[in-house]
């Protein structure tokens, strides 16, 4: 058996957590050979959200695991608890393969342990991992990063990910395939796809883009310049390119793109539109537009985005 330990401290989700557990403990039922001998660690009676556990073992058994699953802690903004870092730090150190889940990463990074290596963890908190610990290349842009012997995901559902991606290179696709089954999640999601995170807009009344937004979105089909859009807001282009970059982060053309990648989303998800039919709504002109910039922009193409998040009927 491989040995599978899941770190448990105060202040852990409880998602993520328990996300580990499920996949590394029971064996799936047409398994015929070794499984994962898994244990929870860590400190008695955790408080994970509304949850309260009793761990297998303390943290220092981290150190005797193959494989250390790290899941995600609520508060990034507090420095990781110290025992739990340094129990980490030896498991690494004796040879363990470490794994985060979500910002679990930030657990990685203050072991030291992702120095010089490229690393992910929830969109929202990549900015503040890159800050604090400025030896890490955090992508934002990945589902999960395989360093070898180091990996990081991003949040809840890449996490899953994650972990089937563990199963995979330890048991195969066919029993990665199973566990999915059982978990009825995709069995395979490559680590590079993008994160799939919708562009803000500003919603505070009286906001020079607070009209205009709106306004484009409903013309997302329509071509559209950065000189319309500047005259619609009765704004010079260079203005409204100030005034975007502050509220997006991106310009107003990166701005455009992103809705009209996220309206091809949309009908992929909820209707059985061709591509043909989605590119015009979506203003990308063509399906072989769509496909190409679908393809750049989140890693994967528009009928394999279609049979992954599509809703069921």
């Given at each position: 058996?491989?040995?599978?330990?899941?770190?448990?401290?105060?202040?852990?989700?409880?998602?993520?957590?328990?996300?580990?557990?499920?996949?590394?403990?029971?064996?799936?039922?047409?398994?015929?050979?070794?499984?994962?001998?898994?244990?929870?660690?860590?400190?008695?009676?955790?408080?994970?959200?509304?949850?309260?556990?009793?761990?297998?073992?303390?943290?220092?058994?981290?150190?005797?695991?193959?494989?250390?699953?790290?899941?995600?802690?609520?508060?990034?903004?507090?420095?990781?608890?110290?025992?739990?870092?340094?129990?980490?730090?030896?498991?690494?150190?004796?040879?363990?393969?470490?794994?985060?889940?979500?910002?679990?990463?930030?657990?990685?990074?203050?072991?030291?342990?992702?120095?010089?290596?490229?690393?992910?963890?929830?969109?929202?908190?990549?900015?503040?991992?890159?800050?604090?610990?400025?030896?890490?290349?955090?992508?934002?842009?990945?589902?999960?990063?395989?360093?070898?012997?180091v990996l990081t995901s991003a949040g809840k559902a890449a996490a899953m990910d994650l972990c089937l991606h563990l199963?995979?290179?330890?048991?195969?696709?066919?029993?990665?395939?199973?566990?999915?089954?059982?978990?009825?999640?995709?069995?395979?999601?490559?680590?590079?796809?993008?994160?799939?995170?919708?562009?803000?807009?500003?919603?505070?009344?009286?906001?020079?883009?607070?009209?205009?937004?709106?306004?484009?979105?409903?013309?997302?089909?329509?071509?559209?310049?950065?000189?319309?859009?500047?005259?619609?807001?009765?704004?010079?282009?260079?203005?409204?390119?100030?005034?975007?970059?502050?509220?997006?982060?991106?310009?107003?053309?990166?701005?455009?793109?992103?809705?009209?990648?996220?309206?091809?989303?949309?009908?992929?998800?909820?209707?059985?539109?061709?591509?043909?039919a989605i590119a015009s709504a979506a203003g990308m002109g063509t399906a072989t537009t769509l496909r190409r910039h679908?393809?750049?922009?989140?890693?994967?193409?528009?009928?394999?985005?279609?049979?992954?998040?599509?809703?069921?009927?």
């Amino acid at each position: 058996m491989t040995s599978v330990a899941v770190a448990a401290t105060d202040g852990m989700l409880h998602f993520e957590l328990a996300l580990a557990c499920e996949v590394f403990g029971p064996p799936p039922d047409a398994l015929t050979g070794p499984w994962y001998d898994l244990a929870v660690c860590g400190p008695r009676g955790v408080r994970a959200g509304r949850f309260r556990l009793e761990p297998d073992h303390g943290l220092d058994h981290l150190a005797r695991a193959r494989t250390v699953i790290v899941p995600a802690l609520a508060d990034v903004a507090a420095d990781p608890p110290a025992d739990l870092v340094e129990a980490v730090r030896a498991a690494h150190d004796a040879g363990a393969r470490v794994v985060s889940l979500c910002t679990g990463a930030f657990v990685l990074a203050a072991a030291g342990i992702l120095d010089g290596l490229r690393a992910t963890t929830h969109w929202a908190h990549t900015d503040e991992l890159a800050a604090r610990y400025p030896r890490v290349a955090v992508d934002p842009d990945v589902l999960y990063i395989d360093n070898g012997r180091v990996l990081t995901s991003a949040g809840k559902a890449a996490a899953m990910d994650l972990c089937l991606h563990l199963v995979r290179l330890d048991h195969g696709s066919t029993v990665a395939n199973i566990v999915a089954r059982r978990l009825v999640v995709p069995p395979h999601r490559a680590g590079g796809q993008a994160q799939f995170v919708t562009t803000p807009v500003p919603d505070e009344d009286g906001h020079p883009l607070s009209d205009l937004l709106p306004w484009v979105m409903q013309r997302l089909d329509q071509p559209l310049t950065v000189e319309d859009l500047a005259a619609r807001a009765n704004l010079s282009s260079r203005h409204l390119a100030r005034l975007f970059h502050a509220v997006t982060g991106t310009t107003p053309l990166q701005w455009l793109h992103a809705q009209r990648i996220r309206r091809a989303q949309q009908l992929l998800e909820s209707t059985d539109d061709g591509i043909d039919a989605i590119a015009s709504a979506a203003g990308m002109g063509t399906a072989t537009t769509l496909r190409r910039h679908f393809q750049r922009t989140l890693g994967v193409p528009p009928d394999t985005y279609r049979r992954t998040f599509r809703a069921p009927p």
